[in-house]
């Protein structure tokens, strides 16, 4: 994956999440969040769009970029941002930290299957070391 050292990161996030077919649009979501977040003159802008691009450094070679990508860009979401703008994407919701006691992430989580519960575990210890609190 390319990542375009001559772009900003908000640029370059603009770029490939367009540049993709994911389900449910979440393209149209991630879209939707980082305008919102520049329309806000959000100081999480920046270092979301950053968290993306690192994250998908961080993934195995034949791994899909998407859920590092996504992961990474919503990292930084409130609740109520996580429930407004990932409602039909939970993958990317259970990375979330602040989602990690919600009810329906976690009912959601005792029921996937083996694959899904590595890929969550990979993406949430990548998160970890990429964000030290």
């Known amino acids: 994956m390319k990542h375009h050292p001559h772009m900003t990161p908000v640029d370059w996030v603009k770029r490939i999440n367009r540049s993709w077919i994911v389900h449910n649009n979440l393209n149209d979501r991630a879209e939707a969040w980082v305008d919102y977040l520049r329309d806000k003159n959000d100081p999480r802008l920046d270092p979301s769009c950053q968290l993306a691009r690192a994250m998908c450094d961080e993934r195995e070679p034949l791994d899909d970029p998407k859920p590092w990508f996504y992961a990474g860009l919503f990292h930084f979401a409130t609740r109520e941002e996580s429930k407004r703008f990932l409602d039909t994407h939970r993958v990317t919701k259970a990375t979330v930290p602040v989602m990690h006691d919600d009810e329906g992430v976690k009912l959601w989580i005792n ?23």
């Not at 029921?111 to 609190?133: P, Q």
């Open 111 to 133: 029921r996937i299957s083996v694959e899904t519960r590595e890929l969550l575990d990979r993406l949430k210890g990548a998160l970890e070391e990429r964000v030290k609190d």
